[in-house]
């Protein structure tokens, strides 16, 4: 055999040999997407705003068959402009995808009453298969009323507005100061038909009722209960909200404890502040507060509305919001060493106001007097 016919014939036999795997040579497909809100609730007034998803996670499933046999990809999280990327190194035979997504990471959940929720955005018929490309891309998934499926769902596009709304909100605390960030994953539940048929917070998760004839739901609600878990989160005590519903079923009675007319005046100012801070065209800041008389100081702070005519007063003086919410912190060094403390029921705002006087430059002693002054002229 001459050394050419050896050489044709070693070839030969490396290619008989040759794996079956890699004559059919492998494809790195790139499933990308992007998940927005089209938030059209006060479209009377306003123009819908498209807001991405961002933190979001979603799973990706494929397969090669028209029956079924899905198996899982991946699952990964949407970044800051709502876009999403799998690579996976599979055959490069065509398949059929799934998509799901859930509104959930470690800051933040958004679900039904029920709790676990992967919403199914994509789901390829029977005979669509998609070829592998350098990059797939499956193009918006856009959450808005009257779209197809789930993404059109009154609820979740309710949720998804939420998400998108409590993510920026979270940012914005937490780019004025790290300790402003909630202190720990914060969850909402919508709807959730709540035994006494009111929106409230407990712990971790805000509860937004809805049922067959009353829907709670709109931005200021959410914020509202989202800033009560705010408040858990930053200040030292516990608050005995059962005193405060025995009899009245109401923590908004006329004259409550100070510190559960602070807990819910402070949950209203802060939630309406930080939507104007947050989208300033729609939200004029203080606008619709009602300043509510009472003839001393001490009915003022037992009454929710004027805590909040009062805070939203010291916010339109002197305050920043961002220096407001630090005063709940404490500072050895100016005499106030814990967090605020509304464990006990005559903790309220006149001590929230000792306290940022003392604690902030922006609140000088000047205009702590003035500020009486205006809430209870006497
Ligand atoms: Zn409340």
Not at 33 to 50: I, M, N, S, T
Not at 181 to 198: E, Q
Request: charged residues 20%; negative net charge; proline residues 4%.
């Amino acid at each position: 055999m001459s050394r050419i016919m050896l050489a044709l014939l070693v070839l030969v036999v490396a290619s008989l040999m040759t794996p079956q795997a890699a004559l059919a040579a492998d494809c790195t497909w790139r499933i990308t997407g992007r998940l927005v809100v089209k938030d059209a609730e006060d479209a009377f007034y306003y123009q819908p705003v498209v807001r991405p998803l961002a933190g979001v996670k979603v799973r990706v499933a494929a397969t090669l068959y028209s029956w079924g046999g899905f198996t899982a990809w991946d699952t990964v999280e949407t970044d800051s402009t709502g876009r999403f990327q799998i690579t996976q190194t599979k055959s490069c035979s065509a398949r059929r995808f799934r998509v799901w997504a859930k509104l959930d990471n470690a800051d933040l959940r958004v679900s039904n009453g029920d709790g676990e929720e992967w919403m199914l955005l994509r789901d390829d018929p029977s005979s669509a298969f998609t070829r592998p490309l350098n990059s797939n891309d499956l193009g918006a998934f856009t959450f808005a009323q009257g779209a197809v499926g789930v993404l059109g769902d009154h609820f979740a596009v309710r949720r998804a507005i939420t998400w998108a709304m409590l993510t920026r909100a979270m940012d914005w605390l937490e780019d004025r100061d790290p300790w402003l960030g909630f202190g720990r994953k914060l969850h909402v539940r919508y709807p959730a038909n709540t035994p006494a048929g009111s929106s409230w917070a407990a712990f971790d998760t805000a509860y937004i009722h809805a049922d067959e004839v009353s829907d709670h739901w709109d931005r200021g609600t959410v914020m509202h209960e989202s800033m009560h878990v705010w408040n858990y989160d930053h200040n030292s005590g516990i608050t005995n909200w059962l005193a405060a519903v025995i009899g009245d079923n109401s923590t908004h009675s006329e004259q409550e404890n100070p510190n559960i007319a602070f807990h819910e005046g402070f949950a209203e100012f802060a939630a309406w502040q930080l939507l104007h801070e947050l989208d300033p065209a729609r939200y004029n800041g203080y606008s619709d507060w009602v300043y509510l008389y009472f003839p001393t100081l001490a009915q003022i702070e037992r009454n929710d509305g004027a805590v909040t005519s009062t805070l939203a007063l010291l916010e339109g003086a002197t305050m920043p919001l961002a220096d407001m919410l630090l005063c709940f912190r404490g500072n050895a060094a100016l005499g106030w060493p814990a967090d605020l403390e509304l464990g006990h029921a005559d903790n309220g705002l006149l001590m929230y106001l000792d306290r940022c006087n003392d604690l902030f430059a922006s609140f000088t002693d000047a205009e702590y007097v003035s500020l009486l002054q205006t809430i209870d002229p006497q």
